[in-house]
């Protein structure tokens, strides 16, 4: 929200009254967005686990709970060139692509970087059984971030947690005016920084939902035997 809370940051609500607030229709959006207007809220995030049950706040801290975990490595930029986001983006998915993830990787610009995302379907339930999904995310987002050649002007945080979220698809950014667009590899050379304007975004909705189903197993284990669990 636009709102600051006491602590000087701007105020990000999660829970109401001990429930994890969630999304589950197009007109829940609009519900939340009036229920809370009090605090202007601006900008949508969604957590990168997913649960078997939502019900309580504990749900969310519980390991045994988490199904799928996303690997997500956000590229921010400091000097302001988004070009060179770009080019980092485009180092992480040809690692992907040289370890086996091709189909199920896309890319998300939100405000001054990037994110880059595996769909965690691309992790069968065998391997989900042999290593927990957020061990898988945790080992794999190291793994390719510590194959990453140092860039001037650029941070990659590859912080995974048991609360970790990240903006979602079409939200505006928290502070800047512009739109979370998602991108498929094969479009990131074209990408321009206009392509976020609210007002005349370029957005591929296909590209987050893809994925191919057992293709992130052989990372999975090599990166969880190389970095270990979270």
Excluded at 185 to 214: A, M, Q
Aim: aromatic residues 10%.
């Amino acid at each position: 929200c636009e709102t600051m809370g006491e602590n000087g940051m701007r105020m990000m609500i999660r829970y109401e009254k001990g429930r994890p607030l969630t999304i589950g229709s197009d007109s829940e959006v609009t519900l939340l967005i009036d229920r809370y207007k009090q605090y202007r809220p601006r900008a949508f995030y969604a957590t990168a686990h997913i649960y078997s049950k939502l019900k309580t706040r504990e749900d969310t801290m519980d390991r045994s709970n988490i199904v799928y975990s996303s690997p997500v490595w956000d590229i921010d930029s400091k000097d302001g060139d988004w070009r060179k986001v770009v080019g980092k983006a485009r180092e992480i998915v040809s690692l992907l692509d040289k370890l086996g993830v091709a189909k199920s990787v896309f890319i998300k610009w939100s405000g001054r970087g990037a994110h880059v995302h595996v769909n965690p379907f691309c992790f069968t339930t065998d391997i989900r059984r042999r290593i927990e999904p957020i061990d898988i995310a945790y080992s794999v987002t190291c793994f390719i971030a510590n194959r990453l050649e140092p860039t001037e002007g650029l941070v990659v945080e590859s912080r995974i947690d048991i609360q970790r979220v990240f903006t979602t698809p079409l939200s505006l950014h928290r502070i800047l005016d512009r739109v979370a667009v998602c991108i498929p590899p094969e479009k990131l050379e074209e990408f321009d920084i206009s392509w976020t304007d609210p007002e005349n975004y370029v957005h591929f909705p296909e590209s987050w939902r893809r994925f191919s189903e057992g293709e992130g197993d052989e990372l999975a284990k090599t990166a969880f035997d190389s970095i270990g669990p979270y």
